[in-house]
């Protein structure tokens, strides 16, 4: 009777998540707590487009960044669980000729063992549920099983009750790739491990949010994406070019020409104006657009004149977005960029940023403590003990004006 307990507030647990609003979040909880319960390092969620007779990965958790993937309806293991109907168990993926190296058909993660269940809806198949690397060495048993069968199928259920429907709108082209990157400081009590192996994509004109807690590393990993701080271990690639071991001639032309910065300070120099602020910028790098035009796209050719001490927090976060812009970046890094702002002031940010990439002028990578920001993102990443605990795609982002925290 206690195993069977077990199983049963494990089930009530994930019922009470999936009740959530936001229908990406409510599913992202849900898989987490059903990777913990049944003892597995990741996992993927993928849900057939009926339409294209294509099978997407829409979630992944633990330390995988596995979403944006499709696969024809039929083909891979993943195609054939959703075809047949039937449960598959990999217990030796290393030594298993359906992956090649060891490596995932799909994903090319390193795959020790997989289990791939069905998710049915009124005996259709409508996606399925990927469960990699069983940390426990014995089988899964009666009862993860049954927690597995009974996941699936809620899901199935609210993916219909709640209309989730998924567009393919992330671009693949990636700018940048993160491998098995940590990071180690060292000080007097000993060495902090605060990045323990993250894997990440960014990719072309899109929103990414990485939410988690104060001290998880969400600064250090915007730090290194910002070539600011480096990694201790792992390798980084933009657009295909290996990029672990810079030089500072290297490092300090990628700043310059192809990063982005917005901080939750502002850092605009008190003795030039908004224009001048602009201007400075846009004189040291490769590529700038025009600075009046800068100003002009977040609002403030009125205000080109003004000292930042002569405009509010707001006026001076558009001036930081309008510097981040003027460079002509690959990439956007914002840092907590409505944290010292009201809520309506905030918005208008939100809104900035959300032009940004509905223009694609460039890729957005914003941390946040504000998870109701995490709703306009196009993907969300959770960092928990520095490393990655979900990635999940938002199939329809919320326009920033609709936003409310």
Same mark, same amino acid.
Request: charged share 25%; proline share 3%; aromatic share 6%.
């Given at each position: 009777m206690?195993?069977?307990?077990? +199983?049963?507030? +494990?089930?009530?647990?994930i019922?009470?998540?999936?009740?959530?609003?936001?229908?990406?979040?409510?599913?992202?909880?849900?898989?987490?707590?059903? /990777?913990?319960?049944?003892?597995?390092?990741?996992?993927?969620?993928?849900?057939?487009?009926?339409?294209?007779?294509?099978?997407?990965?829409?979630?992944?958790?633990?330390?995988?960044?596995?979403?944006?993937?499709?696969?024809?309806?039929?083909?891979?293991?993943?195609?054939k669980?959703?075809?047949?109907g039937?449960?598959?168990?990999?217990?030796?993926?290393?030594?298993d000729?359906?992956?090649?190296?060891?490596?995932?058909?799909?994903?090319?993660i390193?795959?020790?063992?997989?289990?791939?269940?069905?998710?049915?809806?009124?005996?259709?198949?409508?996606?399925?549920?990927?469960?990699?690397?069983?940390?426990?060495?014995?089988?899964?048993?009666?009862?993860?099983?049954s927690?597995?069968?009974?996941?699936a199928?809620?899901?199935?259920?609210?993916?219909?009750?709640?209309?989730?429907?998924?567009?393919?709108?992330?671009?693949?082209?990636?700018?940048?790739?993160?491998?098995?990157?940590?990071?180690?400081?060292?000080?007097?009590?000993?060495?902090?491990?605060?990045?323990?192996?993250?894997?990440?994509?960014?990719?072309?004109?899109?929103?990414?949010?990485?939410?988690?807690? /104060?001290?998880?590393?969400k600064?250090?990993?915007?730090?290194?994406?910002?070539?600011?701080d480096?990694?201790?271990?792992?390798?980084i690639?933009i657009?295909?070019?290996?990029?672990s071991?810079?030089?500072?001639?290297?490092?300090?032309?990628?700043?310059?020409?192809?990063?982005?910065?917005?901080?939750?300070?502002?850092n605009?120099?008190?003795?030039l104006?908004?224009?001048?602020? +602009?201007?400075?910028?846009?004189?040291?790098?490769?590529?700038?657009?025009?600075?009046?035009?800068?100003?002009?796209?977040v609002?403030?050719?009125?205000?080109?004149?003004?000292?930042?001490?002569?405009?509010?927090g707001?006026?001076?976060?558009? +001036?930081?977005?309008?510097?981040?812009?003027?460079?002509?970046?690959?990439?956007?890094l914002?840092?907590?960029?409505?944290?010292?702002?009201?809520?309506?002031?905030?918005?208008e940010?939100?809104?900035?940023?959300?032009?940004?990439i509905?223009?694609?002028?460039?890729?957005?990578?914003?941390?946040?403590?504000?998870?109701?920001?995490?709703k306009?993102?196009?993907?969300?990443?959770?960092?928990?003990?520095?490393?990655?605990?979900?990635?999940?795609?938002?199939?329809?982002?919320?326009?920033?004006?609709?936003?409310?925290w």
């Amino acid at each position: 009777m206690a195993i069977q307990g077990n +199983v049963i507030k +494990v089930l009530w647990n994930i019922m009470q998540m999936l009740e959530e609003e936001q229908i990406e979040d409510a599913l992202t909880e849900a898989f987490e707590a059903l /990777s913990d319960a049944v003892h597995t390092s990741s996992g993927i969620m993928w849900i057939k487009d009926s339409q294209t007779r294509t099978l997407y990965s829409v979630i992944s958790t633990g330390d995988i960044d596995a979403t944006g993937y499709g696969i024809a309806y039929g083909k891979g293991i993943v195609g054939k669980v959703c075809e047949t109907g039937e449960m598959v168990y990999v217990k030796d993926g290393l030594n298993d000729d359906r992956f090649p190296g060891g490596k995932n058909e799909a994903t090319g993660i390193i795959t020790h063992n997989a289990l791939y269940y069905p998710m049915f809806l009124k005996s259709q198949v409508v996606g399925c549920v990927e469960l990699l690397n069983r940390t426990l060495i014995d089988d899964y048993s009666k009862d993860e099983i049954s927690i597995i069968h009974s996941f699936a199928g809620l899901c199935a259920m609210i993916i219909e009750e709640r209309g989730f429907s998924y567009s393919p709108s992330t671009n693949k082209n990636s700018v940048m790739t993160l491998r098995g990157i940590k990071k180690d400081f060292t000080t007097g009590a000993g060495v902090s491990h605060i990045l323990k192996g993250i894997d990440l994509d960014i990719y072309e004109k899109e929103l990414l949010v990485i939410l988690g807690e /104060s001290g998880c590393g969400k600064s250090t990993l915007l730090n290194i994406i910002g070539g600011m701080d480096s990694p201790t271990e792992g390798k980084i690639t933009i657009d295909g070019r290996d990029f672990s071991h810079p030089t500072e001639k290297e490092l300090i032309k990628f700043r310059r020409d192809d990063i982005g910065f917005i901080f939750q300070a502002y850092n605009l120099m008190p003795n030039l104006t908004a224009l001048e602020n +602009v201007k400075f910028i846009a004189e040291i790098c490769k590529n700038p657009r025009d600075s009046k035009n800068a100003l002009k796209m977040v609002g403030l050719a009125d205000r080109a004149n003004s000292y930042p001490s002569m405009m509010s927090g707001g006026q001076q976060q558009r +001036v930081s977005i309008a510097r981040a812009i003027v460079k002509n970046p690959r990439i956007i890094l914002a840092d907590e960029p409505t944290a010292a702002l009201d809520f309506t002031t905030g918005q208008e940010v939100l809104k900035l940023i959300e032009s940004i990439i509905e223009e694609g002028l460039t890729s957005v990578v914003m941390v946040t403590h504000n998870v109701e920001i995490a709703k306009m993102a196009n993907r969300v990443v959770h960092l928990k003990n520095g490393k990655i605990s979900s990635i999940r795609i938002n199939s329809w982002p919320m326009h920033a004006a609709d936003l409310v925290w």
